[in-house]
């Protein structure tokens, strides 16, 4: 989804989200050869958000914003996640674990309870004090 970035110029992208799940928006400050930028991923899926949020060089996650439907059937609800964990349960499944503005919440808010007692939480991502202007 990335394209040729003009020196100085704005590029924006309008997208339909059809398939009811959350997303999440992961814009990451990009030094690619001195250019510096900034660079939003949109996903869906828990293991891509995960491979997102691995460290590389040259590009450090600056914000993330999740969007879930609406509690009606048209629209969507946006938050800032401030931490991002990735759980264990009991069986061994690999659960993603957010904590936006009003707390720690899965995806769908009803997480299996086990996770809750798991062991092994590794934090992926905390929110700082990150100035995100590209320049």
């Known amino acids: 989804m990335l394209s040729a970035l003009d020196l100085g110029s704005l590029h924006y992208r309008g997208m339909e989200l059809s398939v009811r799940l959350p997303w999440y928006i992961v814009t990451c400050k990009v030094d690619d050869d001195g250019l510096k930028l900034l660079r939003s991923f949109c996903c869906s899926r828990d293991f891509d958000l995960i491979e997102l949020l691995k460290t590389q060089q040259g590009r450090v996650v600056a914000s993330i914003q999740r969007l879930t439907p609406a509690p009606s059937d048209y629209g969507w609800v946006a ?11 009991v069986s061994g499944d690999v659960a993603l674990v957010t904590e936006d503005e009003h707390g720690v919440d899965s995806w769908d808010g009803a997480l299996n309870k086990s996770v809750w007692n798991a062991e092994g939480w590794s934090l ?12």
């Not at 938050?79 to 349960?89: E, L």
């Not at 992926?124 to 320049?135: D, I, K």
């Open 124 to 135: 992926l991502f905390e929110a700082q004090s990150v100035n995100v202007e590209a320049g």
């Open 79 to 89: 938050s800032t996640v401030m931490r991002v964990w990735q759980a264990r349960d």
